[in-house]
């Protein structure tokens, strides 16, 4: 089986500059989701800080993200996408996708959805006398 892509939209959340859109490569391996700079720059996003990154090869960059909002598979969350490269492959990182509640299986390589999303430590407290 070959990667697993899934279409995401990018969209600032302070501004309505529009949407970048594109086939994300997904990475369970990578934290954070990332997008070519220009991409990101077209639709206003705006650096909010740096981060060193690992990279597969084992080195370490330095990296702006940004905050934006994130739909893929008919869901949405918000997070943290770096500023890659120009030319870069778009890349879904594992926090977004957990966020929603979608997880890659292994064997098939395909996205499926969890029945519920984990809050065990809710649920304890609940159970708890008031």
Known sequence: MGPTHV?????????????????????????????????????????????????ADGTKHEYAFGLVEIRFMGEITAGRVIFGPEGVEPVLGVTALESVGITIDPAGRTLKRLPAIPLKGIAAYESRPH
């Open 7 to 55: 279409t995401v939209a990018l969209r600032d959340l302070r501004t309505s500059a529009g949407t970048y859109e594109a086939d994300f490569l997904v990475d369970t391996g990578a934290t954070d989701s990332l997008a070519p700079s220009g991409k990101l720059r077209q639709i206003e996003v705006q650096p909010v800080g740096t981060m060193v990154y690992e990279l």
